[in-house]
Structures are given as C-alpha cells and as structure tokens.
C-alpha cells in the first residue's frame, strides 16, 4: 500500500518486521511510499491516516482535487461550518447544503 504524507512535518514509522527494525520516512508535500500492509495497519499510522496527517495514495484525488476542496473549504467557514480537514469534497458539500437550508 503506498502511503503520502498530508501535512507541513516529517513523520516517521518505526516497525519490527522478520526480527528487522525499519523506518518508513514520510517527507512534507513528498512523494507516496509504499509500506507493507502490516505497517500501514499498525494502530500508530492508522490513527494518522484517522487525523489527515497521512493519506492513502489516490485517496485525496477521490476525495477531491485540491482546489476544489479549498473552494469548499472557504465556503464552510464563510458558513460558519467547523470544518474537520479529514473532511473531503462529499462532506463538505453535504455541511454546505446542510447550513444552507437552516
């Protein structure tokens, strides 16, 4: 599974596997890496994945383009919407309608 880093700080994962200590480096803004899926289900990058700090590979472009969750984003605040950056395109255009139609 290949995982990206999705936020400003470098974050690294430490596992045991076969005996072997390995470090998995996730640069700022780097590229995705592949981990194995052992790594990628530890309760530590999971709950990364969980906060946003750490991101799926293809899971940000399904979630959204860039832009278009900014776009949204800015309109959720403009609302008055506590926005969770967990959140992609589907949620936050369903907390758009949802202020909307109060």
Request: proline share 2%; net charge negative.
């Amino acid at each position: 599974m290949k995982i990206k880093n999705n936020c400003a700080r470098l974050i690294t994962i430490e596992h045991v596997i076969d005996g072997n200590v390995e470090k998995f480096q996730f640069m700022p803004a780097g590229d995705a890496i592949e981990v194995p899926s052992q790594v990628a289900k530890g309760k530590y990058c999971q709950a990364l994945i969980a906060d946003g700090s750490l991101v799926r590979d293809g899971e940000s472009e399904e979630a959204g383009s860039d832009d278009e969750l900014s776009d949204l984003r800015a309109q959720a605040i403009d609302l008055g919407i506590t926005v969770d950056n967990r959140w992609g395109s589907e949620r936050l255009s369903t907390e758009i309608e949802k202020a909307l139609a109060d």
